[in-house]
T-cell receptor
Framework: EDKVVQSPLSLVVHEGDTVTLNCSYE??????LLWYKQEKKAPTFLFML????IEKKSGRLSSILDKKELFSILNITATQTGDSAVYLC???????????FGQGTRLTINP | GAVVSQHPSWVICKSGTSVKIECRSL??????MFWYRQFPKQSLMLMAT?????????EQGVEKDKFLINHASLTLSTLTVTSAHPEDSSFYIC????????????FGPGTRLTVL
């Protein structure tokens, strides 16, 4: 059965720290891996990763995929209180559009 | 661009009643829409895939007679929770995938259902 496992489930750091969120997956026919940020309502898209070793960056956020070891990481540098959210990782299989989500990592940034 | 709306954003109903939730893609056409459910402090669980003009595909364990899905147009899908019970109280989120073929999903803001 396809699944996505995120770690840690919860993380509390101080503003300015750098954090690394982990996502491992088991999937029979991989298409892409996606990261979302969820605050109070719907998830907002961060990254889509399809190829190994290519880092995607957006400001202080970056992500990379390792298709051999079946994991991805999301890095956030110089964290701010506005980064506090649940970060969700999801995978998508070939031939289907549906997403299978991990449990999420609840990130709290304290001032 | 790529805005998805849901209505209502919040609903409270009595046990045994039915509730309809609408999901609309406002500025694009979506052949496929997805319905997710999220319990407090848990992740999104896919309930069903809704395809315009055809029957929805339900995930294992989701009762299709309880969660009725209709996708009658390229911009609207509805989820009806029939004979709602307190255990159906949850956050229901839809997403829409553009017909243009882009492999993306755009999420609606969600509907919080509370069944008394």
């Amino acid at each position: 059965e396809d699944k996505v496992v995120q770690s840690p489930l919860s993380l509390v750091v101080h503003e300015g720290d750098t954090v690394t969120l982990n996502c491992s997956y088991e999937v029979t026919n991989f298409r892409s891996l996606l990261w979302y940020k969820q605050e109070k309502k719907a998830p907002t898209f961060l990254f889509m990763l399809t190829s190994s070793g290519i880092e995607k960056k957006s400001g202080r956020l970056s992500s990379i995929l390792d298709k051999k070891e079946l994991f991805s990481i999301l890095n956030i540098t110089a964290t701010q209180t506005g980064d506090s959210a649940v970060y969700l990782c999801a995978h998508q299989i070939q031939g289907a559009q549906k997403l299978v989500f991990g449990q999420g990592t609840r990130l709290t940034i304290n001032p | 661009g790529a805005v998805v709306s849901q209505h209502p954003s919040w609903v409270i109903c009595k046990s045994g009643t039915s509730v309809k939730i609408e999901c609309r893609s406002l500025d694009f056409q979506a052949t496929t829409m997805f319905w997710y459910r999220q319990f407090p402090k848990q992740s999104l669980m896919l309930m069903a895939t809704s395809n315009e003009g055809s029957k929805a595909t339900y995930e294992q364990g989701v009762e299709k007679d309880k969660f009725l899905i209709n996708h009658a147009s390229l911009t609207l899908s509805t989820l009806t929770v029939t004979s709602a019970h307190p255990e159906d109280s949850s956050f229901y989120i839809c997403s829409a995938s553009p017909t243009s073929g882009r492999n993306e999903q755009f999420f609606g803001p969600g509907t919080r259902l509370t069944v008394l």
